[in-house]
């Protein structure tokens, strides 16, 4: 009970904490991999933030991608004897003047934890058709064991899923309240050896956190942290970072670190915070009250925490309602996509996570706006002195689903000032070297796993061209057209038809809707 309290009034769940999502089926879906694969003709955005180039031929051999190869020039015949050759037993797919970049790395993907009776295959499709490959679960609020299972079954390619990296809630999969350092650090060393790769926090007295995160340390696991209203006086953004916290999510805790004049946030004397609504709109002022951008504790914050290697993953996407409600609540996608049961749940409800709009107005929207022009202008400037941002989405609340969030989460970031290279940088190698798998994915390079995704139009010229809806425009002939949509996802090695996973999405979607 305690646990389930502790995570309520994190609000990393919903009031009704006792939701499990549906296995996933065994996989039906991919080819490969292949003992040799040739990807023809694509033009490469490589992920290190060099300009995309090509024609070029990525050659893979099961999992692996031994070369990538020039085989000329844009606009002028390919030199067939340029290119690598064709054994009978090679599989070839033709990508001529396609987008190749490397899979995506979602750093705050929930398994739909916060749904009742939401199938893992939902997630997991949406994920994948919209090329992203990798997915940190930050809780696993599933169960550590299910979370476990699911990731195994990915790694071993039995069920169509995303690569999944494990994280667990503090004082998940545990007997009784942690409520010293000593157990704490015993807590730590169990979920290591269960398997879990990191843990989140919410929150902690200081010595607890202290003994926890060097004890993470000690035992190779990532952390991230939320910082929860309910404990962020203790420990800020800075705070947890100086005792060895690797990452921080959304953006609690950094307003605080930068306060000159105050230590606590100016709550109104009526505030509760297990009111949604309370929650979010004096959330929506928080930043107004930090040091301003180029002071020096502006400055004096942000070079201390890139000094500490500190990663920021905002997850910009999720809080998106709050600056404009109606084009989140009537985005495109919803109709056939929005799964039913995720539909009711973002609905006003006093006790739905995330479900705060009960009268929602014009200067929470001003408010909100504000708020985000300080928070982009922090991060942009944090990344231009050499800090590490990270992409997540955060998906499955406040009209945020799985794969369209996190598209919208890269033009967020090119709102913030990030040159569209230095999206493509946050959605793939900052992702993995924050997770210590940069030796393995987040760039297109010989001896890197063939984790990527393909598409038709130009993303850095456009990145609505990567959602499963695709982008509406018109054609040369007058027409109004639909183009784009994630082609082709490679996880593994193993060749997904992005687009067909998306249609059997929509099908579940249909299902859902005709058995209510």
């Not at 990525?58 to 844009?74: C, H, L, Q, T, W």
């Not at 109709?335 to 539909?343: I, S, V």
Request: with cysteine.
């Amino acid at each position: 009970m305690i646990r389930y309290i502790l995570f309520v009034l994190s609000c990393v769940l919903s009031l009704t904490l006792s939701a499990r999502t549906l296995d996933a089926p065994e996989r039906a879906e991919g080819e490969g991999p292949f003992e040799r694969l040739i990807l023809r003709g694509g033009i490469v955005i490589d992920g290190k933030g060099a300009p995309p180039f090509g024609p070029v031929d990525i050659i893979i051999e099961d999992n692996k991608i031994v070369s990538v190869r020039s085989v000329g020039a844009p606009g002028v015949k390919i030199k067939e004897l340029s290119r690598p050759k064709a054994g009978p037993g090679d599989k070839v797919i033709d990508i001529s003047g396609h987008y190749v970049m490397p899979g995506f790395v979602d750093m705050h993907g929930h398994i739909a934890g916060s749904v009742d009776g939401l199938p893992a295959e939902y997630p997991f499709k949406l994920w994948l058709g919209h090329g992203i490959t990798t997915v940190r679960e930050p809780g696993s609020f599933n169960g550590l064991d299910w979370t476990l299972k699911h990731q195994e079954l990915s790694d071993d390619n039995e069920i169509t899923a995303p690569r999944i990296v494990p994280y667990v809630g503090f004082n998940m999969d545990w007997d009784k309240e942690i409520t010293t350092p000593k157990e704490t650090r015993r807590w730590v060393r169990h979920v290591a050896d269960k398997g879990a790769k990191g843990i989140k926090f919410f929150g902690l007295p200081r010595q607890m956190m202290g003994a926890a995160l060097d004890e993470a340390n000690k035992q190779g696991l990532g952390t991230m942290m939320h910082h929860a209203q309910l404990n962020v006086v203790g420990t800020n953004a800075l705070d947890s970072a100086r005792l060895g916290l690797t990452s921080m999510e959304h953006w609690y805790g950094l307003p605080e670190a930068l306060f000159n004049d105050k230590v606590i946030q100016d709550y109104p004397l009526e505030y509760n915070y297990n009111n949604e609504s309370h929650r979010f709109t004096e959330a929506g002022r928080l930043w107004q009250q930090a040091a301003k951008k180029g002071s020096e504790k502006w400055n004096t914050v942000r070079d201390e925490l890139i000094e500490l290697d500190f990663t920021l993953n905002p997850t910009l996407t999720i809080y998106e309602a709050s600056r404009d409600v109606m084009r989140a609540r009537n985005a495109p996608w919803h109709e056939e996509f929005t799964h039913p049961k995720l539909k009711a749940f973002f609905e006003p409800n006093r006790e739905s996570h995330g479900s705060y709009f009960f009268d929602w107005t014009t200067q929470n929207e001003i408010d909100w706006k504000n708020n985000y022009r300080i928070w982009m202008s922090f991060l942009n400037d944090f990344k231009n002195h050499g800090g590490r941002v990270t992409t997540g989405s955060d998906t499955g609340y406040i009209y945020k689903i799985f794969g369209f969030g996190f598209i919208r989460e890269l033009e967020l970031l090119q709102e913030a000032g990030f040159h569209p290279l230095e999206v493509v940088q946050s959605a793939t190698i900052n992702g993995a070297e924050a997770l210590g798998m940069d030796d393995k994915i987040g760039t297109i390079q010989a001896g890197k796993l063939a984790d990527l995704v393909i598409v038709e139009e130009n993303p850095i010229a456009n990145f609505k061209v990567l959602y499963g809806t695709g982008h509406y425009r018109l054609g040369l002939d007058n027409k109004a057209e639909y183009v784009g949509g994630v082609k082709y996802t490679i996880k593994d090695g193993i060749v997904f038809d992005a687009k067909q996973l998306r249609e059997d999405v929509k099908k579940l979607v249909e299902q859902e809707k005709e058995s209510d």
